[in-house]
């Protein structure tokens, strides 16, 4: 049961050390080893998170018994999160499976009533020992279940930031700062000094969603800002996707070749893509060669 770190834990390391925890999007078998190996090889500490669309493809005991064997062969240091937990049942089913922190995302829903669903939820994790992330304002763009026109979105006001935390007890933050979900359509523009100043207004770890297909220097300017954690998602995918491409370019058909229809080959290449994609994250991020010093 005591495979996973907190995520709270691993957060204030960062904070305290000036680098930013991946948090990086699993799915699947493949995706946790990838995720796991690249931990290992960079020695950086990491977060797996789950989206609950994730939990519905792969079975919520599977996830948690697969990440647990996985982290069992390693010292870095692992933690398990919810991704945009949708209301209390959510997070109380992830607690109760052995997840290291929920996010709970009411960010869509009127100041007050966001305000009261994290505040509920940030109290029953406590008493778990779980900690909590909580989003302030709205990301452009397309996740599981959260849909946020252009003109809808809006970004968090970071006198709102210190009272939402204040009131909440959220142990991270993760405040919208022109990030979007998914793939940026033009050139991302981050509003870098509203993170400066969320950053001075409140004392939690602070999270960035969004940050695939951003560029390295926006990720190094956000690190240095004040992000302790750094969600990943989209970048996997396309690593995954593109790998498994080549070998259908390839094999465009199934032969008398065997290899052309063994799923483990095709499989591994996309579990090499992601790794290596992942690895090249934690480097950008800081993250690297940290796992020691946090895991004390
Ligand atoms: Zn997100």
């Known amino acids: ?13 960062a904070l305290e050390h000036g680098y930013a ?4 999007n699993i799915t699947n078998l493949e995706s946790i080893q990838a995720a796991i190996m690249a931990a ?4 950086a500490p990491i977060i797996l998170q789950t989206s609950e669309k994730a939990i519905g493809y792969a079975g919520l005991g599977q996830m948690v018994a697969m990440a647990r064997e996985e982290t069992k062969r390693t010292k870095v240091p692992v933690a398990l999160h919810l991704d945009h937990g949708s209301g209390f049942a959510a997070a109380k089913a992830c607690i109760g499976a052995g997840y290291s922190s929920v996010m709970i995302d009411a960010s869509s829903l009127p100041f007050p009533d966001n305000v009261a669903l994290t505040r509920r939820v940030s109290a029953y ?19 599981d279940k959260v849909k946020v026109s252009e003109r809808d979105a809006f970004m968090a006001d970071p006198a709102k930031c210190r009272e939402f935390v204040r009131r909440t007890r959220c142990d991270a933050l993760a405040p919208a700062i022109g990030n979007v979900h998914g793939l940026y359509y033009g050139t991302p523009k981050l509003d870098f000094d509203r993170l400066r100043e969320i950053r001075q207004k409140v004392t939690v770890p602070l999270v960035l969603h969004g940050a695939s297909d951003l560029p390295a220097s926006d ?15 989209t970048d996997i995918r396309i690593a995954f996707t593109e790998a498994v491409h080549s070998f259908f370019r390839r094999f465009p058909r199934v032969s008398h070749t065997r290899g052309s229809y063994d799923m483990r080959t095709i499989l591994n290449l996309g579990r090499e893509a992601m790794t290596a994609t992942i690895r090249k994250k934690m480097r950008m991020f800081g993250a690297s060669g940290k796992a020691k010093s946090a895991t004390k």
């Open 1 to 13: 049961m005591a495979a996973f770190r907190t995520t709270k834990h691993i957060l204030i390391h």
């Open 40 to 43: 290992k090889t960079e020695q």
């Open 219 to 233: 990720i190094r300017k956000c690190v240095r800002d004040g992000i302790q954690k750094i969600n990943i998602d």
């Open 125 to 143: 994790a406590h008493t778990k020992g779980i900690s909590t992330e909580a989003e302030l304002g709205r990301l452009v763009g397309v996740e």
């Open 21 to 24: 925890v991946g948090a990086f």
